[in-house]
């Protein structure tokens, strides 16, 4: 599995629905549809209904991740794309009407591959994985997870040592 993300560019003079500015949506029906797309992208196929989440990138940008889909090379993903953007510009359609009128263009990224976490990685310290070698530089999001998970401890430990650092 991994996250495929669209973004969708509005046109001149459009602007994001307020709903959608107000920070991170998180979409899904279920937990069960939550369950049914984690299952369906396990077994490579696409969820009939996947959860994301929006972020307004920009003023005219919404970026939308779709942490459950199924790695696949590049050219099994260039017959789902266009389908995949459409079922979910018709979802975000229900809260800001007129949203697919108001766009200017469409990027589809596929999911890439997770690289299986070393054993250093998993057995070193949470907070040793969040420094780098550059000072007062500190990774706080996935990167500085062993394994693919949603949380928030290295950005806690980010915002410590950055603290601390003062």
Known sequence: ????RIVFT???????????TSGRCVAALSPADCADAHEAARAGRLPPL????????TPRALVVSLPLMPVAPEQGWAA??????????????????????????????????RQRARLAQLLAPAF??????VPGLYLCGEDAEPVPCVSGRAGRFAA???????
Do not use: D, I, N, Y
Request: proline share 10%; net charge positive.
């Open 10 to 20: 509005l046109g001149e003079g459009a602007s994001l629905p307020a709903l959608l």
């Open 80 to 113: 789902l794309k266009a389908p995949l953007a459409a079922q979910l510009l018709k979802a975000l359609q229900r809260q800001a009407p007129g949203l697919g009128r108001a766009l200017s263009g469409v990027t589809v990224t596929p999911p890439r591959a």
């Open 50 to 57: 996947p959860p994301f989440m929006v972020v307004a990138e």
């Open 1 to 4: 599995m991994g996250e495929a």
């Open 128 to 133: 040793e994985r969040a420094v780098t070698r």
């Open 160 to 166: 410590h040592f950055t603290l601390k650092s003062r």
